[in-house]
């Protein structure tokens, strides 16, 4: 695939000579003075020391039209270019009056006409050799032309985002559909990204020269030039590309009505007002599809010879067309340079955008034209947005970034999706950048906004995040669960019950670590640490969460900075349980939990005491010392016998479930399945002040392990009924992480009985999900689905 249109002007004629159908302009006595414009603008950019693309960033000209203007190809640029130029040069009114003169002198005139245009005066620009992937959009446009009624003349717009190469695939399309319109191709450059777009009246004019009509019958207005286009073209079969649109006003008039012309339209934009369209939204290439594009560009066997160093180079280049070709024009005009050095180039992220740039070609640039046509409210939002954490973004964190209402940075969002600067998400109102585009965005942070402002927004942000998270989060602790949490920070727009808190916390999961991580960078510990306390509870929900690891170790070195042994031995208990849990570093657990355990009978805690004692246990047992763990377990349940508080029961619960686990695998399932009883009784009885849903949860524990105590013993036919029992409450409670172990369970007893299609489907379900959560019983469940279909045989 080709790059976008900056690539395809260096192959077709220049931006203004489009826009005029490839004509002169003026008579013969305009060309000595015109001429001037050129060498006086070269003077007066080299007297202000300025380069083009200084010039060009600060005039807001592409640099290609800046080249034009100086090389003479462009000879009079309207006013509001000239202004521009002369606002970037710093000019003073006399000397901006001169350079205006001589623009003047260069701008078209009125002349006779010359009678029928050819139709080659906008012919289509040549086509890329190594244009790569796009089937099944060209597969589409091609059944829009099959399929289209008589009297219909389709439209397709082509959209998306900076240098996805929508012109090249305009011009693609158009060179192999060119069988099908054999009255013509043509191609017309609307400018959409220049300060002066093309006028739709001076677009007619040139699409009526190019089809035949005489200039002394071309209409004045717009209106009548775009009502004789259509009477001209009703019974020809033309193709028009459109390239570079702005907006729907400047698309419509051009637009044939009946007849079988097919018009092809790009923008940046979607264009979305357009009715009764075709459209197709260009995506980024595959990786292998981008590798096979720098094979063309540079030679296959260049690419075979430094294969992953190709693929890392694409990657770098987000797939993107315009970077990918930059990179290989590159490395094609330096034939004896690895592949592998460019690629390490690349991956210097401060450097990336520098080095994406060959002759006339640069990535930033292209990123720069969208930018400049932003207002400034919206460039803001850009900015800021890309200090986001991690991937994606909510218009409510972009809203915090920008210091700007949430219902306002929406709309921005919206516009910025639109210009191809933001990727929405397909279902969920999120927005995430392209590496490429975040890094520009990221650029333009450091030199509009500087680090005094950055640092003022960040902060405002993990302040906000960080109460939504802790007041969201304690809606599912076990001790002070309350409906309506009243530490947020905007209670008018807080999650209504527990299944909305849920929701925003999975999905802003990034954002409130990062909060979490410059708080604690920021010494505001007490946050910090009733943050990770407030986490417990839900975290439960969520074991295959691996950022568990970094909360609770926030927690503990919170908790040591504040000198509260209490709390540093409850936040190590909850470190021990993540690094056994959730990341399976049993090695790792047992050492928090020890630390846990001396802190606990330092201070005489003895909940915090038991609880380290069962933590231990889990990470004993993990390494292969049952004995030990029994041990600790049976230590831990005594410890927790006479607790009466509701932290000291589900304490209880925990070390009576454990316990039964380890002495089953021990070989003694009998005192294992009465282990499992009595926690099966303790939940039935209820647990004064814990919540109804976790008392569930603990029950549906005690009956997965009945289950598997029952299957211990040889009750296969026993063990079925309460696996049922605990799989349903798990996926009640929506908790993944013991829903599927449980689910294997089941699917091994079911094969046990010999019901060999509903074993085989629940194994299945089993291991698929457990690969997906990255659960340690994942390679279980594959075994067992390699023994079943051997029985089954």
């Known amino acids: 695939m080709g790059p976008d249109q900056a690539a395809q002007r260096a192959h077709g004629r220049g931006p203004d000579q489009a826009a005029q159908g490839g004509h002169d302009r003026g008579g013969t006595a305009a060309e000595p003075v015109a001429e001037a414009f050129g060498p006086m603008l070269v003077a007066l950019r080299t007297r202000a020391g300025m380069s083009q693309e200084r010039l060009s960033h600060a005039a807001g000209v592409s640099v290609r039209a800046l080249a034009d203007l100086e090389r003479g190809r462009s000879r009079g640029p309207q006013r509001r270019t000239v202004q521009a130029l002369a606002a970037g040069l710093g000019l003073d009114e006399d000397t901006a009056a001169e350079l205006e003169r001589a623009a003047c002198l260069g701008r078209p005139r009125p002349r006779p006409a010359v009678g029928p245009r050819a139709h080659n005066t906008l012919a289509l620009p040549r086509d890329i050799g190594d244009f790569v992937a796009r089937g099944p959009a060209l597969a589409r446009l091609l059944a829009l032309v099959e399929g289209a009624a008589p009297a219909c003349s389709p439209v397709s717009v082509v959209s998306g985002q900076p240098g996805l190469g929508k012109t090249a695939f305009a011009v693609h399309a158009a060179y192999r559909l060119a069988p099908h319109f054999p009255d013509g191709q043509l191609a017309v450059d609307l400018h959409g990204m220049d300060p002066e777009p093309t006028t739709p009246r001076d677009a007619l004019g040139s699409l009526l020269r190019a089809v035949g009509v005489a200039e002394r019958a071309i209409p004045a207005s717009a209106e009548d030039r775009s009502g004789l286009l ?78 992953q160093a190709a693929r890392d180079l694409v990657e770098l280049c987000g797939c993107l067309p315009l970077a990918v070709r930059i990179a290989g024009q590159r490395l094609a005009g330096r034939p004896h340079e690895r592949i592998g050095k460019l690629a390490a180039q690349l991956a210097r992220e401060g450097r990336r955008l520098d080095t994406l740039q060959v002759g006339d070609l640069q990535v930033r640039a292209a990123f720069a034209l969208s930018y400049r046509q932003l207002s400034p409210a919206v460039r803001t939002v850009l900015r800021r947005a890309s200090l986001a954490a991690g991937g994606e973004f909510s218009p409510e964190t972009a809203a915090l970034l920008a210091d700007l209402p949430v219902g306002r940075v929406a709309r921005y969002a919206e516009e910025l999706a639109d210009a191809g600067l933001l990727q929405p998400d397909a279902t969920a109102e999120r927005y995430r950048f392209h590496d490429l585009v975040k890094l520009f965005a990221t650029e333009q942070l450091a030199a509009e906004d500087g680090s005094a402002v950055v640092g003022a927004a960040l902060d405002r942000t993990a302040r906000w995040m960080l109460r939504r998270a802790t007041a969201a989060a304690l809606r599912f602790d076990a001790d002070r669960h309350r409906d309506a949490p009243d530490d947020d920070p905007d209670p008018a727009g807080a999650p209504a019950d527990r299944d909305e808190a849920r929701a925003w916390l999975e999905a802003e999961r990034t954002q409130w670590l990062a909060a979490l991580h410059r708080a604690q960078a920021a010494g505001r510990h007490r946050q910090v640490l009733d943050t990770a306390e407030a986490m417990h509870w839900f975290s439960d929900l969520n074991q295959h969460w691996e950022l568990w690891v970094e909360v609770f170790r926030c927690g503990v070195d919170a908790a040591r900075a504040l000198g509260s042994r209490r709390d540093e031995a409850v936040q190590l208990n909850f470190l021990a349980w993540a690094y056994n849990t959730c990341v399976h570093d049993p090695h790792a657990s047992l050492v928090a939990a020890d630390a846990a355990l001396a802190v606990a009978r330092e201070i005489g805690d003895r909940l915090q005491t038991g609880w380290a004692l069962g933590y231990g246990a889990s990470a004993l047992r993990r390494t292969g010392r049952v004995e030990e763990a029994i041990a600790r377990l049976r230590d831990s349940a005594a410890c927790l016998a006479d607790e009466t508080s509701t932290q000291g029961r589900l304490a209880e619960l925990s070390s009576l479930n454990l316990l039964g686990i380890h002495l089953r695998q021990a070989g003694d399932a009998e005192e294992a399945l009465a282990m499992h009883r009595r926690s099966e009784a303790i939940c039935q009885a209820q647990v004064s002040g814990a919540p109804a849903e976790l008392i569930t949860a603990y029950l549906g524990a005690a009956r997965q392990h009945i289950g598997n105590d029952l299957a211990a013993l040889g009750r296969w036919a026993e063990a079925e009924l309460p696996l049922r029992q605990a799989l349903e409450t798990f996926e009640t409670v929506n908790m993944a992480a013991w829903a599927e172990p449980t689910r294997l369970d089941l699917g091994i007893v079911l094969g046990r009985l010999a019901r060999y299609d509903e074993a085989h489907e629940t194994l299945l379900a089993a291991h698929d999900a457990l690969r997906e959560l990255n659960h340690p019983r994942q390679e279980e469940a594959a075994a067992e689905l390699r023994e079943l279909r051997e029985r089954a045989r």
């Open 230 to 307: 259509r009477s001209v073209v009703r019974d020809r079969r033309l193709l028009l590309v459109l390239d570079n649109a702005a907006s729907e006003d400047q698309v419509r008039p051009l637009l044939p009505g009946a007849g079988r012309c097919l018009t092809i339209v790009t923008s940046r934009h979607a264009l979305a007002g357009l009715e009764a369209v075709h459209r197709i939204d260009l995506a980024l290439l595959r990786r292998e599809e981008a590798v096979e594009m720098l094979g063309l560009i540079v030679g296959p066997e260049r690419v075979r010879q430094e294969a």
